[in-house]
T-cell receptor, first 117, second 111 residues
Framework: DVKVTQSSRYLVKRTGEKVFLECVQDMDHENMFWYRQDPGLGLRLIYFSYDVKMKEKGDIPEGYSVSREKKERFSLILESASTNQTSMYLC????????????????FGSGTQLSVL | SQKIEQNSEALNIQEGKTATLTCNYTNYSPAYLQWYRQDPGRGPVFLLLIRENEKEKRKERLKVTFDTTLKQSLFHITASQPADSATYLCALENSGYALNFGKGTSLLVTP
C-alpha cells in the first residue's frame, strides 16, 4: 500500500515563526498536494507539484510556499505563521496527473494539526 | 463559480439500514466523481470512482450512482454497521490538475 507520511501529528507554534511541514511518500508518485481542512470550509488546495522542483498554486496559496527537491518529499512552509493558519494540514499524492481521462485517486497522510498561538 | 454540495447535517441511522448520502455539483463537467471516507483525526481514504458513462458502481456494501443530467451522485451503504460511522466526502477533478472536495457529510450508525 502507498504510504504518505507527515512528520508531525500535532504542532504548536508562535505567531511570526517560520514553520515547516514535511511530507514523504514511498510509492514513486509524480504528483503531491497540500490541502488544509477547516470546519465548515472543507478541504482547500494550497499548492501542488507535478514534478521535482515544479510547483503550482492552488486555491489559497497566500502565506505559504512549498519545496520539492526530491520526488518523494514535499514540504509546506509558512514563512511567518499567523493565527488564521491554525488548521489541519493534509498532504496527498497521486501516481499521475489528475486528468479528465485518468482515473487517478489521492492517497492522503494522516494530517498535521497546527496551532498558531 | 464551481460548487460541490453535500448535506451539512449529520445523518443518523440505525444499524442494518441503508444510508444514502448526496453530492450535488454546479459548473463542473466531470469525467468522473470520487468518494472518500474520513475518520476523525485522519486523512481521507479513497473508496470509489465512477465515470461519467457509468450509471452505477458497486463495491461490497457500497453503491454509487452518477447522474450527469441532474449533476448529482448518490452514495449508498447497505446493511450499515457502527464501523461505517465517519465523514464521507465527494470529489471532482478541477481543470485537470487536482481534486476539489465537498465539505462532507457525517454519518453515525447506531446499534
Amino acid at each position: 500500500d502507498v504510504k504518505v507520511t507527515q512528520s508531525s501529528r500535532y504542532l504548536v507554534k508562535r505567531t511570526g515563526e517560520k514553520v515547516f511541514l514535511e511530507c514523504v511518500q514511498d510509492m514513486d508518485h509524480e504528483n503531491m498536494f497540500w490541502y488544509r481542512q477547516d470546519p465548515g470550509l472543507g478541504l482547500r488546495l494550497i499548492y501542488f507539484s507535478y514534478d521535482v522542483k515544479m510547483k503550482e498554486k492552488g486555491d489559497i496559496p497566500e502565506g505559504y510556499s512549498v519545496s520539492r527537491e526530491k520526488k518523494e518529499r514535499f514540504s509546506l512552509i509558512l514563512e511567518s505563521a499567523s493565527t488564521n493558519q491554525t488548521s489541519m494540514y493534509l498532504c496527498a499524492s497521486s501516481l499521475w496527473t489528475i486528468l479528465r481521462d485518468a482515473n487517478e485517486k489521492l492517497f492522503f497522510g494522516s494530517g498535521t494539526q497546527l496551532s498558531v498561538l | 463559480s464551481q460548487k460541490i454540495e453535500q448535506n451539512s447535517e449529520a445523518l443518523n441511522i440505525q444499524e442494518g439500514k441503508t444510508a444514502t448520502l448526496t453530492c450535488n455539483y454546479t459548473n463542473y463537467s466531470p469525467a468522473y466523481l470520487q468518494w472518500y471516507r474520513q475518520d476523525p483525526g485522519r486523512g481521507p481514504v479513497f473508496l470509489l470512482l465512477i465515470r461519467e458513462n457509468e450509471k452505477e458502481k458497486r463495491k461490497e456494501r457500497l453503491k454509487v450512482t452518477f447522474d450527469t443530467t441532474l449533476k448529482q451522485s448518490l452514495f449508498h451503504i447497505t446493511a450499515s454497521q457502527p464501523a461505517d460511522s465517519a465523514t464521507y466526502l465527494c470529489a471532482l477533478e478541477n481543470s485537470g490538475y487536482a481534486l476539489n472536495f465537498g465539505k462532507g457529510t457525517s454519518l453515525l450508525v447506531t446499534p
